[in-house]
């Protein structure tokens, strides 16, 4: 019901994206923005990830540069089934992170430097799980899509305004006004209905692939926070991509919770609990996975390079993140 849901509302973006160009060249209009929707899905399909990644300045990580983190993703993915995805890093303060990717052998997993810093290693597995989920559940192509398409009305809706005056639109000038205005935030209504309906899905799946749901629970609250005060300027820049966020990046912003592209945080948190209630994991004290910091011998994602004796103080890390 969930891909039946979805198709529908991929259909729903699509017809938007026909209207629009029948509101700019009538009937012409309408079928030359059906063939631009559907060389745009295809585009999409093969290039929207990479795209996602460039937006948001990414920077793909491997096992020698990020051993840590490297090793934890490759852990929950055996966890989940899955092929081992690429590895990517933002240099964002704000704590947040995605997945993207057109299918499992294809993914990517990307994470802020501000979720590493502010987040134990048990909860950044709750959330990287989370996002292996996605993938597991092949969300990553429809949310990618989805932010392609999205971002694409927006733009053709300013564009209306322009060369909107074609005699064969039945509503006129003010047809014109209606569709800059109602485009965008129908396809943020469909944004928020896609990822709505598979975050609370990512949510229950990742929780048993890290094997402990409050790992999650706990890593939600302290991103709510952290989304609230920290200025997210690459997500601002492209808002089409804040639903593929674990947290929606813009909420500190200008989003409120009736137009919020993904569930309400104390709800999902609340589920996770009666997961943990239900008998999954151990209600936060440990778990099936063991993530800890421990000092490097070089640089890695949670350590520096340099070592300390036995007497000396603990040295805040030095790393990719710290």
Known sequence: MNYIRTAMLLAAMTALFMGIGFMIGGQSGMMIALVIAAAMNLFSYWNADKMVLRMHHAREVDEREA??????????AQNAELPM???????NPQPNAFATGRNPQNAAVAATTGLIDMLTPEEIAGVMAHELAHVKNHDTLIMTITATIAGAISMLANFAFFFGGNRNNPLGVVGVILMMVVAPLAAMIVQ?????????????MGAQICGEPMWLASALSKISRGV???HNPDAEANPATAHMFIMNPLSGERMD?????????????????????????????????S?????????GPWGSSGSTGPSSAPRRPKGPWG
Request: glycine share 6%.
């Open 257 to 289: 919770n009736l137009f919020s592209t993904h569930p309400n945080t104390q709800n999902r948190i609340d589920e996770l609990r009666k997961l943990a209630d239900a008998g999954l994991g151990t209600g936060g004290r440990s778990g099936p996975m």
């Open 85 to 91: 995805p690429k590895v990517y890093i933002i240099d």
């Open 291 to 299: 993530f800890t910091r421990q000092a490097p011998q070089q640089a």
């Open 192 to 204: 928020m209905a896609i990822s709505r309906t598979r975050e609370y899905a990512a949510d229950r």
């Open 228 to 230: 609230e005060h920290i």
């Open 67 to 76: 051993p840590e983190f490297f090793r934890m993703i490759q852990r929950l």
